[in-house]
């Protein structure tokens, strides 16, 4: 699935990320906890979180997942922002919550990093 | 794959072909005419549309090809109106939106087609049309991003250790970790990680050395006041060294159990100090030592093969 579909399905806003229409995404992990998300995302994966500081940008770069979604509406400050771009992880905001987020995500056929 | 051409453009451009996934350069907005559709029809729309030829689509499902020599071949023959499914090719080579670019290339190569049909593996409905073209740019579209992170290496691994001569090689990479400086937590991995691209070790290797340094970095950080992180690369080994002096760890044993953790509630409302850390670094690496004295410092070692074995952190 595209990213352009994930924020369709998710209402989301893009808040970084060029074309993408052209970003495919097969899985995904929500957490809050960055140790879970180093430990078990999958490269490539789709990020889930209600954090919004810049060490999830970290997180994401270092077990390189392809974007990251925040939820609940919580737009992140603009050093995160400015670290995605520095390291072009794409930013989406979602006014859903984790758990709706997932959900829809799951249902449409967007398989999690835990599973074959 | 094996990469024996020394060009670093021309290898790079052989690994994306293998990377990239043919959805991810396919057209989708697709112009397609139904098996009724009437062959004078068909002549306005590939003109209309500056096109050569179309998929020829029922109920979502590929059920033909039709091509601008499919309608001079009709003209030939007499060019009698009639539905197109009564000239279209039905016989059509086709490929799935989750293969290798590499299938398309050769693909395209071997029957010497402009376009091919992309479907769905699950569905098998028709997803998007890959032309020569598309790959094209979706390959300098791949470059132009790469160029931009300045991740264009000149050297793999193997070339870079093969060309230096020496009996031992060991490429030392030195780090300070600034203790409490939180806005900073992830700089040291950070750098380690694009230098180690930069050597061309195996993606996978470089990913496991990233986790690891960082929930290292980030240790060093929550716990102590600074610390230094010393890498260590030989052709088949990353040793690293994190050292750091702070308040130093009572028992050893109990901070490796997962979920043991002794973290500051801001640590946690920055998403670590779940007690995982330690045990992430240990299922990253081969070689896990830990080391403390309390009130003297921690230090940490770790080796990491660089063969590229596939090890997950689970």
């Known amino acids: ?116 | 794959m094996k990469l024996e051409n020394k060009n670093p453009q021309f290898t790079k451009i052989q690994e994306l072909v293998y990377e990239l996934k043919v959805t991810g350069v396919m057209t989708r907005d697709l112009i397609t005419v139904p098996p009724t559709a009437k062959m004078s029809e068909l002549r306005t729309i590939l003109r209309d549309n500056r096109i050569s030829g179309t998929p020829v689509v029922k109920d979502e499902q590929l059920v033909g090809l039709i091509s601008v020599e499919d309608l001079l071949t009709w003209l030939t023959r007499g060019g009698t109106d009639c539905p197109v499914e009564q000239v279209m090719s039905r016989k059509v080579h086709t490929l799935y939106a989750d293969e290798p670019l590499v299938h398309a290339v050769s693909k395209l190569e071997e029957f010497g087609y402009g376009r091919l049909p992309v479907l769905d593996r699950r569905t098998g409905a028709l997803v998007g049309l890959i032309t020569k073209g598309d790959i094209i740019e979706g390959l300098l579209h791949e470059l132009q991003i790469d160029y931009h992170e300045e991740e264009i290496h000149r050297y793999r691994a193997s070339h870079f250790f093969e060309d230096m001569i020496a009996d031992k090689i060991t490429v030392n990479f030195h780090y300070h970790i600034h203790g409490k400086k939180i806005e900073q937590g992830g700089e040291v991995a950070s750098d380690l990680k694009r230098s180690l691209k930069r050597l061309g070790l195996h993606p996978d290797v470089v990913r496991r050395t990233a986790i690891a340094t960082y929930e290292a970095e980030m240790n060093v950080i929550i716990y102590a006041e600074e610390g230094r992180v010393d890498v260590n690369v030989e052709p088949d080994l990353i040793r690293i060294e994190v050292r750091d002096r702070g308040q130093g760890i009572a028992d050893v044993g109990q901070a490796i159990e997962p979920g043991y953790s002794t973290a500051p509630d801001w640590v946690r409302e920055l998403g670590f100090g779940a007690g995982m850390g330690l045990p992430n670094i240990k299922n990253c690496a081969r070689d896990f030592d830990l080391a403390s004295t309390v009130g003297r410092g921690t230090t940490l070692r770790i080796g990491i093969p660089t063969g590229g074995e596939e090890k997950r952190c689970a």
């Open chain 1, 1 to 116: 699935m595209t990213l352009a579909k994930i924020a369709e399905i998710l209402k989301a806003e893009v808040l970084y990320g060029n074309d993408p229409g052209r970003i495919e995404i097969e899985r995904a992990c929500g957490s809050d906890l960055m140790s879970d998300v180093l430990c078990q995302s999958m490269q490539g994966s789709l990020l889930l979180t209600g954090l919004t500081n810049p060490q999830v940008v970290r997180t994401a770069e270092m077990s390189e997942n392809s974007a990251i979604c925040f939820v609940r509406g919580k737009r992140p400050p603009p050093e995160t922002v400015d670290l995605a771009r520095k390291n072009q992880i794409p930013l989406l905001l979602s006014n859903y919550s984790m758990y709706l987020a997932c959900g829809k995500l799951y249902t449409a056929g967007l398989l999690s990093c835990d599973e074959a």
